[in-house]
């Protein structure tokens, strides 16, 4: 069974702090995505990468920078955590492009 | 552009009745679609997809889904409600002709099945 984790289910961080949300996945995915979760809102891409060392912004790559050195992890970086950035945040990786995407349990992140 | 509408926030539902979460979508090309779950403090779990072939599509749980074109809808349908079936639902759709990678979500529907 494919496994997706997340090193941290619950961060408080004070504005202005760089903040590293880190990623694994154990099945040999290609694809690794980040998104953020908001009610309401519903989830949106942060990033995506497609190999090792790509990268592509999605829908909301303001404020954030990702890191994929090797295949099996995805690290995502706020520069400089802001209140905005307050939120729930999901790792998932993929197979293949139309494979489903297989998620972290989430980081719920509180920026103070 | 893609995008999806979850047109109801919350669904109830009483155990054992019939439900249905509905789904509506707009892509410029082939629709690719998801629907995922989400029970509290966890990420989000596959339940089924359509890419190709036959519009009703079954998946984990007991739900499935049928792809309607002509409504661009993808609604998800259980026939008897449980009330461990009490959760989030996302319904996602990818558009085939683009070429993205980006699964692009609606805003989640709760249902909430009533013993």
């Known amino acids: 069974d494919v496994k997706v984790t997340q090193s941290s289910r619950y961060l408080v961080k004070r504005t202005g702090e760089k903040v590293f949300l880190e990623c694994v996945q154990d099945?040999?995915?290609?694809?690794m995505f980040w998104y953020r979760q908001d009610p309401g809102l519903g989830l949106r891409l942060i990033y995506f990468?497609?190999?090792?060392?790509?990268?592509e912004k999605g829908d909301i790559p303001e404020g954030y920078s990702v890191s994929r050195e090797k295949k099996e992890r995805f690290s995502l970086i706020l520069e400089s955590a802001s209140t905005n950035q307050t939120s729930m945040y999901l790792c998932?990786?993929?197979?293949?492009?139309?494979?489903?995407?297989?998620f972290g349990n989430g980081t719920r992140l509180t920026v103070t | 552009a893609q995008s999806v509408a979850q047109p109801e926030d919350q669904v109830n539902v009483a155990e054992g009745n019939p439900l249905t979460v509905k789904c509506t979508y707009s892509?410029?090309?082939?629709?690719?679609l998801f629907w995922y779950v989400q029970y509290p403090n966890r990420g989000l779990q596959f339940l089924l997809k359509?890419?190709?072939?036959?519009?009703l599509v079954k998946g984990s749980y007991g739900f499935e889904a049928e792809f309607n074109k002509s409504q661009t809808s993808f609604h998800l349908k259980k026939p008897s409600a449980l009330v461990s079936d009490s959760a989030l639902y996302f319904c996602?759709?990818?558009?085939?002709?683009?070429?993205?990678?980006?699964?692009?979500f609606g805003t989640g529907t709760r249902l909430t099945v009533i013993p």
């Open positions: 359509y890419i190709t072939g036959d519009n």
């Open positions: 996602a759709v990818r558009d085939g002709e683009t070429g993205a990678n980006n699964l692009f």
């Open positions: 892509v410029s090309g082939n629709p690719y």
């Open positions: 998932a990786s993929s197979w293949i492009y139309n494979s489903p995407l297989h």
């Open positions: 099945m040999d995915h290609e694809n």
């Open positions: 990468s497609y190999d090792v060392k790509m990268k």
